[in-house]
Structures are given as C-alpha cells and as structure tokens.
C-alpha cells in the first residue's frame, strides 16, 4: 500500500522520483506528491488528486528541481483522497514526511501537537509525524537523532522517509512493520519502498530489517537498529532483468503477466524436479528432517494466495494423506487456535509483506507449530526472512492489481510441497510420484495450449458486458478455482460475481438465477463430472446462461444458452492449475469491454500492509 521514493545527487533529482512513484503506482494511487528542496533551500511541493500522470503533468506546468526529494503515491487509509491529504506533509515548511503503514496512536499524539500550537492541514495520520518530527528537531537538532526519537512515539506500522531544511545534505528514513530499501549509486544514493522504483537508477540494494533507521547523504548511508547501535547490512546486487518495468507488446500488465504464465511455470519447476522425484531439498537443506514430523499442515493467506492454499488442502489430503486446515489470516491471526501436535505452518503471499499474513506466521511461532514454510515471490521480503522454511515461487514482479503468474506459481509450489510429503512420508506411490513428476513438466506446455484459447474467450467476454451479476460454480478442487474466477472478474470489472461448490446451488444461489445471470463452471473430466452435469441442468431449467470450460472430451455440447469452451486434456490433480487460465482471461477481456482500470482498479491495492 502506498510507495515512497527519495533520492539525494548532484543532479535534479525530480524525473527520478517521478519515475520511481510511476514503478509504484500499482501499490496505492488515489493521490502522489513530491517535495524537493529547492535551489534556494526551500522545501517545495507537488500533490494531485489522482494517478501519477496528473502529478507529473502538474510537475510540467510548474516545474520543480532539488537535489534532495521524497515522493510518493497514496493508497487511503486515514483521509479521503484529496489533494490535503497527500503526501508528502509538511510541518512549517521546514520538515517533510512521506509515510507508508498506520500510526494507530495519531489521534492522541494529534490532541497533545494541537496543544503544543502545531495547525492540522490534512485529515491523515502522517500530518503528526511531520509535527513530532518538527517538534523533537528543537531538542535534538540532528535529524537522525530527532527521528529516531520521533519513532519511539509512534505505535502502529511505517516505512517512513523525512526531509529538513535546516539539513539538506541528508534523508532520513525509519521502517518498522513496511518496508524500505535503499538504493546505492555513484556519489547518489536513494530509498524506495520496493526495490522496483529504483532499479532505473541502480541494481545495488540495502534492506532495511524492522526497527532499523538510516541516514543517507550522497557518499555514504548509515544504519542504526532498534537498540540505536550502528549496524552494517547486506549489500545486494539484483540480477533479474528489466522484464517488470513495460509492458511489453501487450496493453496491461495483467494480460502480459497471464502470458507470461507458461515461463515463470517452467522457471519455478526449474532445479526442484529430479527424474521421478520432487527433490526434497528444494526447500532447504533441514526440510526433509521437518517434513518427516509432520502430520498436519495449516495453511494462512490472503486473497488470491488464499484460494492456492484451498487448492492445495485437497492436493496435500488426497495425494500426500496429510490433514491440512485453510484460512484467510486476518481470521486466524485473531482467533484462538487449538495448535494440533506436529503441524507445519505454511503462509502462502505473492509479496511477502501483507500485513495480517505476516502477523499471522508472528502469532504462529508462539504457538507451538512445528516449523514455518513461506512459499512466497519475493525472496527479501519478511515473510521470507522469519519463515524457517522458504520455497520461491519465480514469477518475477507482478504489476497488475489482480493477481495471476503468482497464483499458478503458488499452485505449482504447492504440488511440489504435496509430493515431497507424500515422498517423505511414503504415502505417495513412487510410480505416482513419477506421473506426477511427468505432467508437471509438460504443465508449460499445456498452459500455453491454455493460452491460445485467447480469442475464443474473448468472443464469450461479450456475454458478460452488460452484466451485473454472475455465478461462478466448480466441485472438489475446482470450487476454489472457481472462487479465483469470481475474484478476478469482480476485482477489474466490478461485476458482482459469487464462486460456489457446485452441489450447494440449490441450497441457495439457484434463486438468483435466470436469464440475466450467467453461470460460468470449470469442468475437468473427472468422477464429479456427471454430478456437475446434473448440477448444470438445473440452472439450465431456470433459463440460466451457462459457459462451461471442458475437458474436450467430457461430452458437453453448444446448445442455445450453453457455451462450452474446450480444454486441453489434463491430469486431474493439475486441472486446477489450467483451469484458471480461461478464467483470468474472461474476466480481463469482460473488464477491457467495460472499459474499467484493468491493471489498477478501483479501491485496491497490489500489496496490503496495512491491517
Ligand atoms: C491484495 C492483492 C491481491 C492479493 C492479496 C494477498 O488484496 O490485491 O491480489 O492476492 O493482497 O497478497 P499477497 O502478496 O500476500 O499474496
């Protein structure tokens, strides 16, 4: 949520920032702004209502150049969008603050800043950091030493950058609970939230560890941690290629990051995969040891990486005969857990960093799990560093809003979790392993057989323009599929759409439907597939509109009202896995006709670091 940039040069520093917050722009954009402390020692200001691209047409009618900046792009928590509750906020003119994450105490300090004479300007919690910062500066008028003051007043979570006229060799920043990065360059350096914003300028990176706070001058970057001793962390070179940062030959990301799917399968497959085995050690040289005790899996996420967690209670029951419980962790991160003996915890998130997620895997260690898995996309994230166990997911950055890549990333790291339980637990045939082992390196293929189904689906899009509601129905390890379908189509096109387990239509949703509302239903051809049918007829007697992706040789028909899409043949444990690819394309070719934000829509955000 929300992402901040700086920079401190020799050069105008602003195309940088503004190139920096347009990186980030999937992260939150309601409303960007920029400060720059001007060449004659005045902090300036930028802010609009709205993306980056107003900020920067802004930034052209009204040119603004320094050295020293911040930046960022807002994501609403605390305040309306609005042009005042921008970032970034000023106290006097003489501090400024940008701010991710939320200070659950700024009413508080709000009312004792007032008392102190400090005038209010913005609706946000951000304003009281500017303000305390402004304020400890007159006791402690070294910056650093006044923010790390400053933090020990806040409670709640920040990855937080300042700026002060009064020193205007430096940047100060604090992360506890958001993340920050710096970026290292030649007689430069700079800060981001994601390294992502930075990689224009450079490839070499700090990141800061929670509690940490750094002051960055032009030659050189200091690290304190949270007791206040100085610290050294690791200086890292990243090597993926520019390959996030455009979008290519296609027209959003999220279309490029769907056919993308086929390459970042094969690259998360890549290494892990032995003759007829998953190789154990993929997770980490102690993993076979951890999986050998394990008898029950918890698996918590959020959103998308919460329906790959569904899908893999199915796969680890019915192939690896190990136990597992799923749920969504702002649930479990406030509910009272009875901890079975021996369970592995397995949070599931494309970023690493969402807020309840990572909370949840906190609460986990207290509780007498076993150990902790991370299958994650971003190998610097928290999640990563304070899991025990980490299996990555390749699907390099993602961009679009609406997840895609990394879901059927996730799916595929969680087979290969299944088969190196029911390896190491010898509850998995060998013979069946080797199947398995099979298919999921010809899985590359079959998403891009997936894939050229594009134009078709594109042709059933157009039933949905003019839609309002939808349902979305698939049975066994299908249903959670179909709850991914539902998800993307009402996250990029607001269309409200409903995913339920087949058999329950007539406990409730077959009231709903009629000729208006289509009912879209994953069909993989296996022994669900005449329940399903007989599930189908029953929408198809109330005048429901029904699109059916199919094993081609299920033996579905087009009929008037029904739409069968084909689908390559496939295993049935790696159906799921095909299955979503129609789905992310319908909803993206529905969201393009209805002429919605595909890659950023509406009220959400890439990555939620706030609870
Ligand atoms: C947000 C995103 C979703 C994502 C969810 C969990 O809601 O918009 O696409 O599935 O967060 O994020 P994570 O990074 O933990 O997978």
Known sequence: MCGIVGAIAERNVTAILVEGLKRLEYRGYDSAGVTLLDNHGRLERRRRLGKVSELAHALQEQPLAGKLGIAHTRWATH?????????????????????????????????????LGYVFTSQTDTEVIAHLLHHTLKELPDIAD?????????HGAYGLAAICMAQPDRLVAARSGSPLVIGLGLGENFLASDQLALRQVTDRFVYLEEGDIAEIRRESVQIWDASGAVVQRENVQYHEGAEAADKGIYRHFMLKEIHEQPKVVQRTLEGRLGQNQVLVQAFGPQAAELFAKVRNVQIVACGTSYHAGMVARYWLEELASIPCQVEVASEFRYRKVMVQPDTLFVSISQSGETADTLAALRNAKQMGYLGSLAICNVGISSLVRESDLTLLTQAGPEIGVASTKAFTTQLVALMLLTLSLGQVHGTLAPAQEALLVEELRRLPVRLGEALAMDTTVEHISELF?????????????QFPVAMEGALKLKEISYIHAEAYPAGELKHGPLALVDSDMPVVTVAPNNELLEKLKSNLQEVRARGGELIVFADAEANFTDEVGVHVVAM??????????LYT??????????????????????????SVTVE
Not at 587 to 601: E, H, I, M
Request: hydrophobic letters at 45%.
């Open 465 to 477: 323009a003019e839609k309002h509601h939808t349902l979305f129905l698939g049975r066994g390890a």
């Open 568 to 577: 390559p043949h496939i295993i049935d444990a790696l159906a799921p896995i």
């Open 146 to 154: 006044a923010l790390k003051a400053t933090v020990k007043q806040l």
């Open 581 to 606: 690819v129609p789905l992310q394309l319908l909803s993206y070719y529905v969201a393009v006709l209805r002429g919605t934000d595909v890659d950023q829509p509406r009220n959400l955000a890439k």
């Open 79 to 115: 305040g309306a969008p609005s042009e005042a509750n921008a970032h970034p906020h000023f106290s006097g003119e003489q501090v400024a603050v940008v701010h991710n994450g939320i200070i659950e105490n700024h009413e508080v300090l709000r009312e004792r800043l007032i008392g």
